[in-house]
């Protein structure tokens, strides 16, 4: 998946060794949706973040999530779910632009399957995602109730 070209003097930008193929559904909506404000190639989930991005997710489980912080916290995230959750189907319905060009908010919905639940799930998600330098800086993120799907 490619964005619009990397930036000047940007090496190295796809993380080595980080494979999410548990994430492909997602990564391919995510890079659909912003290819406006991402700069080169998407291989994995952690590609889509700088190195110094963050994201928070604060009603998450217990309403009191630690945010991950960094592209390195990000890729050991991805690799930790490799066996509990998988994306069948990401589809946006909105992108929308805010006062701040760096800034969007979206929403989106996922089919997944998580290791804890029985079958097909259906959750919807709003975010505001902020993008710096052709990446994601920081994603906030609220997700609504896992709902079996038929």
């Known amino acids: 998946m490619t964005g619009r070209g990397q930036p000047a003097g940007r090496t190295g930008w796809l993380t080595e060794g ?4 548990h994430f492909t559904a997602a990564v391919t909506a995510f890079t659909a949706a912003f290819s406006d404000h991402l700069i080169g190639d998407v291989a ?3 590609d889509l973040f700088s190195d110094t991005a963050t994201i928070d997710v604060p009603f998450d489980g217990d309403g009191d999530g630690t945010p991950i912080v960094g592209r390195a916290a990000i890729a050991e995230m991805s690799r930790s779910l490799a066996g509990f959750l998988w994306f069948d189907e990401v589809s946006f319905q909105s992108v929308r632009a805010t006062a701040d060009p760096a800034v969007v908010v979206c929403e989106y919905q996922a089919v997944l399957r998580r290791a804890d639940m029985p079958g097909r799930r259906r959750r919807r998600y709003i975010a505001v995602v902020t993008f710096s330098a052709g990446r994601i800086s920081e994603l ?4 609504g109730p896992f709902l079996r799907t038929q």
């Open 18 to 21: 980080v494979d999410t193929p």
């Open 44 to 46: 994995s989930f952690p």
């Open 140 to 143: 906030r993120e609220y997700g």
